[in-house]
């Protein structure tokens, strides 16, 4: 499967398509965030060390906060993305694409202690896997949904230096779709542009880059981009 999203309509009937994020780099940003605390806590130790018994009370209670506010701190201040989340061009949603709040943020980090039995984050990989949105058990129970966070970009213009009129008539809705397919084509990447290419594989007599070609060529037929 080359992407998945989840499909949300908005109140105002406005379909969002949230691409959800998979296992792999969900655990890479999550690594990430593990270095990034292994610092903060090593920085702690090396400044607090020098009040003695003191300072052991006050690591403790660094620990704890690091452990259990550094993930819901930056998912609720920082748009859902923490340091790590943000490298691998992550962020966590509500499961209808609102921003996540500070109940849901608390939430899904609590119960990482329910998805990491019984060891490893075994739970919480099994569920994901299960998932068709990659969610783990703390997700499901917040709500909440990790997507790739899509940053906007200038559509590249479609390809007008080909034509080709259809090999057969047309009918309207599928001149329609043929259109639709042209407009919406640049935003899309190459890989999922073949993909739905090869639905008119009966039509452009083609598969892969070609059938993408062929298909922009009859678009600009239709519009007379002759």
Do not use: C
């Amino acid at each position: 499967m080359l992407d998945t999203y989840r499909e949300v309509v908005t109140p105002e009937g406005v379909a969002l398509h949230l691409p959800a994020a998979g296992p792999v780099p969900r655990a890479l940003a999550w690594l990430l965030d593990l270095m990034i605390r292994f610092g903060i806590v090593f920085v702690a130790a090396m400044v607090l060390g020098v009040l003695g018994r003191s300072g052991a009370g006050f690591n403790a209670v660094v620990l704890f906060l690091v452990y259990w506010f550094y993930p819901v701190l930056f998912e609720a201040l920082w748009d859902g993305r923490t340091p790590g989340k943000r490298t691998l061009g992550l962020r966590v949603v509500a499961a209808n694409g609102a921003p996540v709040g500070w109940l849901a943020a608390f939430t899904r980090n609590l119960l990482r202690v329910v998805d990491m039995l019984p060891f490893g984050y075994a739970a919480g990989l099994v569920s994901s896997l299960f998932d068709p949105w990659g969610r783990r058990i703390g997700d499901m129970v917040a709500g909440t949904l990790v997507v790739h966070d899509v940053r906007a970009q200038t559509p590249s213009p479609t390809p007008v230096d080909h034509v080709m009129a259809p090999p057969v008539a047309l009918q309207p809705y599928e001149q329609a779709a043929l259109v639709s397919f042209a407009e919406r084509g640049p935003r899309l990447t190459q890989a999922r542009q073949e993909e739905l290419a090869e639905f008119a594989t009966p039509l452009t007599g083609a598969r892969g880059t070609l059938a993408v070609t062929r298909l922009y060529g009859m678009a600009n037929w239709l519009l007379g981009r002759r």
